[in-house]
């Protein structure tokens, strides 16, 4: 299957280490890598999540 990929990767997660986020993107042909500063949930959630990942990921899909 060939498809764009984004990983979005949380510097504060407790549950996804940075370096597995890391090593899926390393395995994926091509993918993109999104580092964002917040934690796993908060990196959807919190106040600073529109402009550190929504509006990136929004970016990142209209390019397709």
Same mark, same amino acid.
Do not use: F
């Given at each position: 299957?060939? !498809?764009? /990929? &984004?990983? =979005?990767?949380?510097?504060?997660?407790? $549950?996804?280490? *940075?370096?597995? !986020?890391? /090593? &899926?993107? =390393?395995?994926?042909?091509?993918?993109? $890598?999104?580092? *964002?500063?917040?934690?796993?949930?908060?990196?959807?959630?919190?106040?600073?999540?529109?402009?550190?990942?929504?509006?990136?990921?929004?970016?990142?899909?209209?390019?397709?």
């Amino acid at each position: 299957i060939a !498809a764009r /990929a &984004l990983v =979005a990767v949380s510097e504060a997660d407790r $549950l996804v280490p *940075v370096a597995s !986020a890391q /090593a &899926l993107a =390393a395995q994926i042909t091509g993918a993109e $890598l999104l580092t *964002v500063r917040q934690g796993h949930i908060g990196m959807m959630t919190s106040r600073s999540a529109p402009q550190d990942l929504w509006r990136k990921l929004a970016d990142w899909l209209h390019k397709a």
